[in-house]
């Protein structure tokens, strides 16, 4: 168990370097397993839940090796479909290995990804399109088995599903036919995804923003991809400076991939300056209400940092309304930081967080991945010590996250016990 100890009171001051984006690489590194060739991703974060993805890949007879931030795959020798009950179920992007599984073996078998702390995760929509491309799917005994090469065709989700898209696209890979996918999801990862996978000879674009045509019938070949800076990490400390009042230069973001998150920061009285891939922003004494937030499918505001932009709004001049519409179970840190002295009311997707003065330290517990970020960011700004147990959670989706905070003046520690 490892958790975070925070001094909060000082204004963050510095730069900061955005790593590579986990969920470009998780989606990625499923996908080598379409390519019976050796592959390079670089700039790649060790992460824990790209570690976790890195056991199942080593699982289905793939070699793994790291050579600093690059991560070389080689799933030439892969044979086996099957993805075993112990790490699959663990961790949700398993369930991205059930289309190039079977776009590269016409079969594959994995427990139901774990469900977590954000809501109960269905895979529906993921089973119908690949039922759709004429996949068997038996969901008995708790396991899901897919049975058959996938056939092109053309699906229309009912949802733009991340997950969906992406697991649909790489079974279109293999699949015998073009396949379209109408409304899918826009987020840049996916185009990541799509670039990765162009690079190694298959062959998918965009057909304005609700289609995306994939050629069926290539074979992977070996290739080299660089991912794309990770939005979410910028964003979450480009919060951590708005609630400090401090002033933080981010290198290597790209701005156009927050445009809903800086237009809430503003909002909020930040001062942000973009030159080239840099973020500058300054955030002011005491941040404004955001008087209606609503989180969206990109582009529209990210889910992904509601939890961090909740507990800016809890030290907001006046009252905030934010409204949770992509995940039916995402203000568990609300209680948390009620421990903090924030005011808050959850109302189901809505939460409605009446502004205070100042939080004080407190011991909370981190509930899910950007909810525990969003703990640690409410300790820089708490007068006293906040200590957020099950600090291990944030591991899954920040690399060296108390560190990098440290290295711009946050008085923060971390103990593993
Ligand atoms: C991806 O999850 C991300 N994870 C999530 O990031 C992110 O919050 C989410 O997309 C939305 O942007 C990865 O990329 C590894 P969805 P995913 O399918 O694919 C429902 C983080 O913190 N749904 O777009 O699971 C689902 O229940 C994580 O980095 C179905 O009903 O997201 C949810 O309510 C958290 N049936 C909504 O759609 C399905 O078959 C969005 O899910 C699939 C999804």
Not at 80 to 94: D, K, M, N, Q, V
Not at 173 to 194: F, K, S
Not at 200 to 221: D, H, N, Q, V, Y
Not at 308 to 317: D, H, I, K
Request: net charge positive; proline share 5%.
């Amino acid at each position: 168990m490892a958790k975070l100890i925070i001094e909060g009171g000082r204004a963050l001051k510095g730069q900061i370097t955005v790593r590579g984006a986990k969920n470009a690489a998780l989606p990625i590194l499923a996908g080598t397993m379409l390519i019976p060739e050796p592959v390079r991703i670089t700039n790649c974060p060790r992460l824990t839940d790209v570690e976790n993805m890195v056991g199942l890949l080593k699982t289905l007879g793939c070699r793994t090796k790291w050579d600093g931030d690059a991560l070389l795959i080689d799933a030439s020798s892969a044979r086996t479909a099957e993805l075993p009950e112990g790490l699959a179920g663990s961790i949700r992007s398993s369930v991205f290995l059930l289309g190039p599984l079977l776009g590269r073996f016409g079969a594959a078998e994995a427990p139901y990804p774990g469900g977590c702390d954000i809501g109960n995760r269905p895979v529906d929509l993921h089973l119908k399109g690949l039922r759709a491309m004429g996949v068997r799917v038996d969901e008995t005994s708790g396991r899901i088995r897919c049975l058959g090469r996938p056939k092109g065709t053309e699906i229309a989700l009912e949802y733009p599903s991340v997950g969906a898209t992406e697991n649909l696209l790489m079974a279109a890979c293999g699949a015998e036919g073009d396949t379209i996918l109408v409304n899918p999801a826009r987020e840049p990862e996916i185009d990541d995804l799509m670039a990765f996978l162009n690079g190694a000879g298959f062959e998918l674009k965009r057909e304005g923003s609700s289609r995306i045509r994939i050629r069926g019938g290539r074979r992977g070949r070996a290739t080299a991809h660089s991912l794309l800076p990770d939005r979410i990490e910028a964003g979450t400390y480009l919060v951590a400076a708005a609630i400090t009042g401090g002033h933080l230069v981010l290198r290597g973001g790209r701005k156009e991939h927050l445009s809903a998150l800086l237009t809430a920061l503003k909002e909020a009285g930040c001062r942000i300056r973009a030159e080239g891939t840099d973020l500058d922003i300054e955030g002011p004494e005491r941040p404004r209400e955001l008087r209606r937030l609503v989180t969206l499918p990109y582009p529209g505001f990210p889910t992904d940092m509601q939890s961090q932009v909740f507990a800016l709004c809890t030290v907001a001049r006046g009252t905030s309304v934010l409204e949770e519409n992509v995940f039916e179970d995402r203000f568990r840190h609300g209680a948390e930081l009620r421990r903090m002295g924030a005011d808050c009311d959850l109302r189901g997707r809505a939460a409605v967080i009446r502004g205070v003065r100042s939080l004080h330290g407190a011991q909370v517990t981190a509930r899910d991945l950007r909810g525990g970020a969003a703990l640690a960011l409410a300790g820089l700004r708490a007068e006293g010590i906040t200590v957020v147990e099950e600090a291990e959670r944030i591991d899954r989706g920040y690399m060296d996250f108390a560190a990098t905070l440290r290295s711009v003046g946050a008085a923060i520690r971390r103990e593993d016990e």
